[in-house]
């Protein structure tokens, strides 16, 4: 029975659904359970909202039913909706007609399904609900809504939440969309999935962050080109508003995005901000914004502002020290070293040799030379990144599980992530601003030789294989080495290695979201120079970070850090 006022079926006989009755009834791919009461009939889907079990099974007392597995509670006579528990289950239009039940099984058009379900998926992030997240995800990629959309509605409940500005969510979510292409079929929600799932847990029930208006840039600063300037200046003076109402005029006066990047790189690579943070971050914001569309660029920059102000200048700590003084006693021309560059031949083994084994002064020297002989940016960021996979390599995952040091494996991952952010920055902004970043990473990766394993990296004897399910069960089973081998002697399809790496790091393989965060990030910087640099190195370094044990708790290294503070200790200041 077909009419313009819905698809009206036979369900049952009245006769069929006494009162008091249930009966389960089945259309196609629905399953909907009839249930009949004093009062009267109820069509419900018979799949549990919640895990998935059957409503059929229910208590029905009066117009409420209760599921048997988990308890929670429907009401029937409101439209399933859920009185307790975490979501309505789908209801349908019922009649009676010549002792028939009829039920009108009429899917709502997309139109009306998508901004519920949008709504619904905001409900469970403020209630950190990853089953329903999950739920929703599905159900609007069914509708074929792009995970793209998805993600934008992750964006826009998180970057205003987040209270320093970016962080690592939102970072998380950007690359767990870009992996998403690695997956076949409806498992490409599953990154998707994971990265709703950190920003929720990250932001939950967090005020949105207060914002300076924007200003108007030309009346403030005279010129946009002194206003752009203006920036790295304010974020150097540590001056949160005026910069961010800067930013936000920028973007509302409608500034070229490129020039706008442009200030924002030049403000990181003043200093070496955050570890390498606001670099990362600022990639991330970049590619979000070309997955979500440029109108979302206030919502998306605006807080990179306060995360560059208030993330730490490394520089400036004595960790620098021996690299900048062997810098500033050579005071190399940036400018002619960027005008420099040439196709000039590159010992590039020779280049990592010495920035992964050499002092400070030595890396500091061997950096300086070859840009000095006019070696190309791109050809000496493969070279670093290779020393970067190395270290990654190399790491003493020992010192990872233990507590009485500050450092784990996070403080390796970055350099490659860093790199990555470094190579995007490069490609998109050439110049003497950004060579300082290729300063920074060349002394990020020299930096990190004291958290080598004694001995240096075990030479990997490559493992073959060409089915990447093993890959990603060295991962799940936690062998770093194994791990690394396999990826080493991985004889398949290489788009298949690079979905175990994307599931293995979109997986539960990690529990606290700043592990999945690193988990994910390294994934995809890895993918990405693997591709570039035509080595598997960089995935047998994330492959060995992902497959490896890791500290993934930090209340001991909190406790022992509280002795300590009670005592007035400083760090490194010795018992
Ligand atoms: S499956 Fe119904 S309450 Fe859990």
């Known amino acids: 029975m077909k009419s313009h006022n819905g698809d009206w079926v036979p369900a049952a006989g009245i006769d069929d659904l006494p009162i008091g009755g249930r009966k389960l009834f089945r259309h196609y791919d629905k399953r909907i359970a009839l249930f009949r009461t004093e009062r009267d009939i109820y069509a419900i889907d018979n799949r549990c909202p919640h895990q998935g079990y059957a409503l059929l099974q229910g208590d029905v007392k009066g117009e409420q039913l209760t599921c048997a597995w988990h308890n929670w509670k429907f009401e029937l006579d409101e439209g399933g909706a859920c009185s307790f528990g975490g979501e309505a289950v789908r209801s349908y239009p ?7 039940v009829f039920v009108d099984v009429t899917d709502p058009a997309a139109e009306v399904m998508a901004p519920q379900l949008f709504g619904s998926l905001v409900e469970a992030m403020g209630d950190v609900d990853v089953g329903r997240m999950a739920r929703d995800t599905m159900r609007l990629r069914q509708l074929g809504t792009p995970l793209a959309e998805v993600v934008k509605e992750g964006v826009t409940y998180g970057a205003p939440r987040m209270e320093y500005g970016w962080n690592h969510s939102l970072a998380t979510l950007t690359d767990c969309l870009n992996l998403a292409s690695l997956f076949e079929g409806e498992l490409q929600a599953l990154p998707v999935v ?34 752009l300037a203006a920036y790295p200046v304010l974020v150097d003076d540590e001056q949160h508003v005026a910069a961010e ?28 901000l955050g570890y390498g943070h606001p670099m990362i971050y600022a990639q991330k914001s970049f590619e979000m914004l070309s997955s979500i569309g440029w109108e979302h660029a206030d919502t998306v920059l605006s807080p990179l502002v306060p995360n560059m102000i208030y993330s730490t200048r490394y520089d400036r700590l004595p960790y620098m020290k021996k690299f900048l003084r062997a810098w500033e006693n050579e005071s190399p021309d940036l400018d002619e070293q960027v005008a420099k560059q040439n196709g000039v031949a590159f010992d590039d083994q020779a280049f990592r040799t010495r920035i992964l084994d050499g002092s400070d002064q030595e890396a500091f020297a061997a950096l300086n030379a070859v840009l000095n002989d006019g070696v190309s940016v791109e050809k000496i960021l493969n070279a670093t990144s290779l020393a970067a996979s190395e270290r990654l390599r190399r790491f003493d995952i020992d010192l990872d599980a233990d507590d009485t040091n500050e450092w784990g494996w996070l403080d390796v991952t970055h350099n490659l992530t860093y790199l990555d952010a470094l190579r995007w920055a490069w490609s998109v902004s050439p110049s003497p601003e950004l060579l ?33 399910d093993s890959v990603l069960e060295s991962i799940r089973a936690k062998d770093p080495e194994g791990t690394q081998a396999q990826i080493a002697g991985f004889e398949g399809p290489i788009e298949e290695l690079h979905g175990a790496l994307a599931q293995g790091a979109s997986e539960d393989n990690s529990v606290a979201p700043i592990m999945i965060a690193h988990a994910v990030k390294t994934a995809r910087a890895s993918i990405v120079e693997s591709e570039v640099v035509g080595s598997r190195e960089p995935m047998m370094a994330a492959g060995r970070f992902l497959a490896s044990p890791k500290r993934e708790r930090f209340v001991f290294n909190a406790t022992l850090e509280a002795i300590d503070f009670t005592k007035g200790r400083a760090r490194g200041e010795g018992q």
């Open 94 to 100: 019922v009649e009676v007609r010549g002792g028939q």
């Open 245 to 272: 109402a800067l930013m936000r005029g920028l973007i509302a006066t409608g500034v070229a995005p490129d020039r706008i990047r442009h200030a924002l790189l030049s403000a990181i690579t003043d200093h070496f």
């Open 436 to 468: 300082r970043g290729v300063y920074h990473a060349v002394w990020f990766v020299n930096f990190t030789r004291q958290f080598d394993q004694r001995g240096g990296a075990d030479d990997v004897v490559a493992f073959p294989v060409t089915d990447a």
């Open 194 to 227: 994971q990265g709703m799932s950190v920003i929720s847990q990250t932001e939950v029930r967090r005020p949105h962050r207060p914002r300076p208006d924007p200003i108007d840039p030309v009346e403030v600063y005279d010129s946009l080109e002194d206003a």
